[in-house]
């Protein structure tokens, strides 16, 4: 019996042993299945905060027009943009309505009066004809004005049909921008220096759309390829990296146009034009080719073809070309006048005494974003040689001109022109700039006979500069809508500066032996404008 009992005893304890080891696994287990249940509600919490934020995300989606001829409206920005506003343009199934309306009121300390045609209409950077002070209308200080219809028109899978139609004019007058027009408007007043209004040549000229007329076919792959009248890359390249692109007031690169154009601000756009451009990776290509007319006429061969890359917020272009029979028009006294008429020569829309020359262009542009701060620098070499197809008087010009008095031959020596800028942007707040620009171009002398080598104001094919400081305030007070305010001081010097009335011109249009070398203005103006 005692051993019964003690087995019975044994027996319990060992399965109250058991019992409290499994117990204590179970709590335990209960405790570890309670902190892991913690931890996912936790996870499953933080999961669920991310989801609601990546939800509330729009994706960027860039604002991109393959129409655009400009090259930086291209699909190559290698710098991360902010969310665009919302899209209000004037659109119906893809084709578009644009436009830019620039006016306000302006001073020149020197200049000619007001011009109803000229693209630039009033000379705020010191010119051969500034005589006394102006102040009054100021069209087109910002930017021209202008006003176009482009679209883009899905013709197969990721293959579109683009076109684009755009016509300048000066916003206070109603008049088309026709730069020649207003040249030929001054002819007979050589001997009248004081009479004459701010003409300036140009490769507008009175065309119902003397801003662009092409079209063409887009792929986001294999490029876009585009014909007609269309702007020369050299003035894309400017239109770039310029600071204050497209300001006649306030940038040089604008206000001449030559620049532009390679030489001649008559080819800052090309007609007969045909242009390709694609993107590979952050690198882009584009090449353009102009045909002749044929016979004497001044739309000669060209070609003009770049390169560029953008990365890390730093952009940067290379360009070269060769322009042929490029002409560039000044006004015919009232002898010339005289002479043409009774010789019966037909005058088109307008006599012109022109200087063709065959160019070679050299550019580079670079600029640099950072924070608030846009940096931006270039280059652009130009070799004026006589034209290795000489154009006879008669010879048709841009917009219908006839080229009255023909000079061929004023690059016996070549004519090297060159230009440098730099300019910086600052950003104050979102809608408020502050671009500051400063550009300086020089010539070599290129005179011949008692002339040659001459560094002096006794004549235009002396060595000589130009130097222009500008700054610029900017403010996008709505959408659409800014107003700004901007001074320039420009200054020519020695064969820059040749006839010039401010240094040794006369108002007769002689020249003054030994008089002055230099010439020099400035011009503060405001303005409002309108973009759409």
């Known amino acids: 019996m005692k051993r019964v009992f003690i087995s019975a005893a044994a027996i319990l304890t060992f399965a109250s042993a058991v019992h409290a080891d499994e117990l204590s696994d179970i709590q335990a287990q209960a405790k570890q299945l309670r902190e892991q249940n913690a931890a996912m509600i936790k996870r499953l919490a933080d999961l669920e905060k991310r989801q609601t934020a990546l939800e509330n995300q729009k994706p960027a989606v860039p604002a991109i027009n393959p129409v655009d001829a400009m090259a930086a409206d291209l699909p190559y920005k290698a710098a991360v943009k902010a969310k665009p506003p919302e899209d209000d343009g004037i659109c119906v199934k893809g ?59 899905e013709i197969a899978d990721n293959l579109y049909a683009v076109f684009n139609l755009q016509v300048l004019f000066n916003v ?134 770049g390169i560029g890359v953008d990365y890390m917020g730093f952009s940067i272009d290379f360009l070269g070309g060769k322009i042929d029979d490029a002409v560039s028009s000044a006004i015919l006294s009232a002898a010339q006048l005289s002479t043409l008429n009774a010789q019966g020569v037909a005058p088109g829309n307008g006599f012109l005494s022109v200087t063709v020359s065959d160019n070679t262009v050299f550019s580079v542009g670079a600029k640099y974003t950072i924070g608030p701060w846009k940096l931006f620098g270039g280059y652009e070499h130009i070799d004026f040689a006589n034209p290795n197809n000489p154009l006879n008087p008669g010879a048709f010009v841009t917009g219908g001109y006839v080229a009255g008095i023909v000079n061929n031959t004023n690059f016996t020596n070549d004519k090297i022109l060159q230009t440098a800028w730099i300019g910086v942007r600052y950003s104050i ?71 010039f009335l401010q240094a040794n011109g006369t108002p007769a249009g002689g020249t003054i032996v030994g008089g002055p070398n230099k010439a020099s203005t400035y011009d503060p103006g405001v303005g409002l404008r309108y973009q759409f």
């Open 95 to 153: 084709v578009c309505v644009y436009g830019v309306f620039d006016m306000g009121v302006a001073y020149a300390q020197h200049s000619a009066g007001l011009n109803a045609l000229a693209a630039a209409p009033l000379d705020t950077i010191i010119s051969k004809n500034a005589a006394g002070a102006y102040f009054g209308v100021g069209p087109d200080q910002m930017s021209n004005s202008y006003i176009g219809l482009r679209g883009k028109q």
């Open 429 to 499: 707040m979102t809608s408020l700039d502050i671009t500051g620009a400063y550009y300086h171009q020089w010539q070599n002398s290129f005179a011949t006979g008692a002339n040659a080598g001459c560094t002096d104001a006794r004549a235009t094919q002396c060595s000589g500069t130009l130097d222009m400081v500008s700054l610029v305030l900017d403010w996008r007070f709505a959408r659409h809508m800014d107003v700004y305010a901007g001074v320039a001081w420009s200054q020519v010097q020695n064969g820059l500066a040749s006839g």
């Open 172 to 305: 206070y007058s109603g008049q088309n921008a026709n730069g020649i027009g207003s040249v030929a408007q001054n002819n007979g007043l050589t001997t009248n220096v004081l009479a004459q209004n701010s003409f300036a040549d140009s490769s507008k000229g009175g065309q119902m759309f003397n801003g662009a007329a092409y079209f063409g076919i887009s792929s986001p792959t294999y490029g876009t390829f585009t014909m007609g009248r269309q702007s020369a890359l050299s003035s894309d390249l400017l239109a770039n990296y310029d600071p204050l692109a497209g300001s006649n007031s306030w940038s040089l690169l604008a206000f001449q146009g030559a620049n532009g154009g390679g030489g001649d601000t008559e080819d800052r756009i090309f007609d007969n034009s045909y242009e390709y451009r694609v993107t590979v990776g952050p690198v882009r290509l584009a090449a353009e080719v102009q045909a002749r007319n044929g016979g004497n006429s001044s739309t000669g061969n060209a070609f003009q073809g």
